[in-house]
């Protein structure tokens, strides 16, 4: 069928690898065992549907959910492949055609989940059929250490000594223990190829708030990202139901899913968030393993994941497409006080719970840290070399204050009390509020009563929040849930070490914030147009919208507005396949908007600057992919050309003191622009 760039190009629409998938493609056409991590929306289905069209035979995807596979076969079928899924949501029709191509081979790939191994007949089907590769999708499920365990992945590594065939695992989600447990039970303790690729999700925004009147936050936060599909995280199936019908009653397309709903109710909800582009799911952590969904422009956790690594592959499920994406995390103390005990309550053993709690410690010290939280999270995972400014606190370096002495007097009321009493008692203690409680506990003579005073409760409440995040006290499941403070607060106790908190900044919730779009606002209307055409065509198939093209390919089409099928042929995702099937449609709809002078343009007319306007847009569409034009798109918006006809900086120094001309497009189109604008 071709070599790899090639069918990259011509089948996937791709003009280059992303970073690390190269080396691992070129790892499985060279028959070597792997074991692949790398970030969700890294690209790893493409590292085996790649390989697979190179490859004689076919490549069997091992896959943990129907819809997962489901939607992975759609997209390659629109891209021109040869693919097909077994699995018990088929209609007879489809699994008809799957046999039909087998039989004639010329099915490239063939999705199965784990279960059907089970199967005394699967072995000798899939020994017919001439498998050269097994491709194991969300590997971390085969581990007792990962978050998703399915018995059923056990299975594999048998079918891989049985078919005597190269295997390759992907995940985006393996700490050590998992990783470990991955090559014992698939590998047979034997080291595959590894491929240990950064965690960073660069187009993903962090940011973490403390609760404070946490619905209208996570209204607010839905209502700046209006009309954009997201997904909203909530600890309990109850919130699922209420806040997806607040959402609702707001004017959003809204609905509720968890693991108590009907199958059939579960599996509608699954098909409109597929079909869909402008739903909110509100929903358990009951969803989103099989989430496919590259263009999910937002999540958000309306209350506080139960690990890092939880809270990683959740937040994953937004911007696969490489499109920006926001997230947000609420959290307070009874967060931390439940997932505390959620773990010492379980049946684990102990040396499971010690992990346990040390991985919700890496959450709470991301929830709480002062500097980079991209920095504090991929540290996590092993990463040091790490640039943000996509952060809340890099956006916005929070103020901080020494609580050392607050954090002595809190844990002295802790130990006083006999360690048996929650934070709001505490507090009572520390400010001298002589409540029915404390004056029945004798705890108004005390040395720490009233020690705190000049403290406001809510300032307490924030400092116990901060405390129990860095696990300084926990609560005691043999104490009622009462505070008892840990090894890690003695130093703090002794004075022999210092610590420092957050001040929070509750801001004003009830505000309606401006809604955040994904291009400027003179590209808004075609994207618009764009997205309606998208739908349409969508709808027509009964596909996914990001069948048809993904935001991020839309996206690039409404900034750089191509003429031609030329043009649009190097469009980032328009393959060969989907060119033919719309690249006419989506034209039609570039050059119908076009026709209509752009407002920005239209202000210069009858100025010397609109026609050196004109020769800038002509310089910069050239240019857009670099002379050759095999580089990364790069384009300047419209109202940059203005502002370079209208200034008309007469050189290099001069255009980067215009805001908007960085250094990437000094370098792509500095010289060319020079040359309009001194001839003009």
Not at 269 to 288: H, P, S
Not at 559 to 572: F, G, V
Request: contains cysteine.
């Amino acid at each position: 069928m071709g070599d790899a760039p090639d069918i990259l190009k011509q089948v996937f629409g791709f003009d280059a690898f992303r970073t690390g998938q190269a080396e691992i493609v070129d790892a499985v056409n060279d028959n070597q065992n792997v074991l692949a991590i790398m970030p969700t929306g890294g690209g790893k289905s493409l590292c085996f549907q790649l390989p697979a069209l190179i490859r004689d035979g076919v490549t069997v995807v091992i896959s943990p959910l129907i819809a997962l596979m489901r939607d992975q076969v759609r997209a390659l079928q629109a891209a021109g492949v040869q693919a097909g899924a077994l699995t018990s949501g088929n209609t007879d029709e489809e699994t008809d055609a799957v046999w039909d191509a087998l039989e004639q081979g010329a099915l490239k790939l063939l999705y199965i989940a784990p279960e059907r191994l089970a199967a005394g007949s699967s072995l000798g089907m899939l020994r017919r059929i001439n498998v050269s590769l097994i491709a194991v999708d969300e590997a971390h499920c085969v581990s007792q250490w990962g978050h998703d365990f399915r018995p059923d992945y056990l299975r594999i590594g048998e079918l891989r000594r049985a078919l005597n065939v190269p295997l390759a695992a992907f995940t985006a989600t393996a700490d050590e223990e998992t990783r470990a447990e991955i090559i014992e039970k698939l590998f047979d303790g034997q080291s595959p190829s590894t491929f240990l690729h950064g965690f960073d999700r660069p187009n993903i925004r962090l940011a973490f708030a403390a609760k404070d009147q946490p619905r209208q936050q996570i209204m607010n936060f839905a209502a700046a990202r209006k009309g954009q599909s997201g997904i909203v995280y909530c600890g309990t199936r109850a919130k699922t139901e209420t806040l997806a019908k607040a959402l609702g009653d707001a004017g959003h397309r809204a609905c509720a899913y968890h693991g108590g709903m009907e199958a059939e109710d579960r599996r509608i909800v699954e098909r409109r968030f597929q079909l869909e582009d402008d739903l909110i799911v509100v929903a358990t952590v009951a969803f989103g393993m099989g989430v496919d969904k590259p263009d999910v422009r937002w999540v958000a956790h309306a209350d506080l994941p139960k690990s890092i690594e939880a809270y990683y592959q959740e937040i994953g499920r937004a911007g696969r497409d490489g499109a920006p994406a926001d997230t947000l995390t609420l959290f307070g103390p009874d967060d931390i006080r439940l997932r505390r005990s959620q773990i010492d309550e379980g049946l684990a053993p102990s040396d499971r719970k010690m992990a346990d709690h040390a991985r919700l410690n890496a959450l709470l010290g991301l929830a709480e840290a002062l500097s980079c939280r991209r920095q504090t999270l991929l540290s996590y995972f092993g990463e040091t070399e790490i640039s943000c400014g996509l952060c809340d606190l890099c956006e916005t370096p929070p103020e901080t204050f020494d609580a050392t002495t607050q954090v002595r007097m809190a844990l002295s009321a802790a130990l006083r009390t006999g360690e048996w009493f929650g934070s709001g008692h505490l507090i009572d203690v520390l400010i001298g509020n002589e409540t029915e409680k404390v004056l029945a506990r004798g705890h108004a003579d005390l040395p720490t009563f009233a020690v705190g005073k000049d403290t406001s409760r809510r300032d307490w409440q924030v400092i116990f929040r901060q405390m129990m995040a860095h696990d300084l006290l926990r609560p005691d499941p043999d104490r009622h849930g009462g505070l008892r403070m840990t090894e890690n607060a003695r130093p703090l106790l002794r004075g022999e070490a210092t610590i420092r908190f957050r001040k929070d900044s509750f801001k004003n919730t009830t505000r309606r914030p401006a809604v955040k779009t994904l291009v400027r606002d003179e590209d808004a209307p075609l994207l618009s147009a764009l997205k309606a055409k998208r739908r349409a065509l969508a709808e027509a198939q009964k596909v996914p919208a990001y069948v048809v093209f993904t935001d991020k390919t839309l996206i690039e089409m409404a900034e750089t507005r191509p003429d031609t099928l030329d043009q649009m042929a190097r469009i980032s995702g328009v393959g060969a396949k989907k060119l033919e099937s719309y690249g006419r449609a989506f034209l039609e709809v570039i050059t119908g908007e076009a026709s209509h002078i752009h407002p920005i343009r239209r202000r210069l007319a009858r100025t010397d600057a609109g026609e050196v306007f004109d020769r800038l847009q002509e310089i910069q569409l050239q240019l857009q992919r670099g002379e050759l034009g095999t580089e990364k798109p790069l384009s300047c918006s419209t109202s940059l050309l203005r502002k370079l006809a209208e200034v008309r900086p007469g050189d290099l120094n001069q255009m980067a003191r215009i805001k908007g001309m960085d250094e990437a497009r000094i370098l792509r189109f500095g010289e060319a622009f020079l040359e309009v604008l001194q001839g003009g």
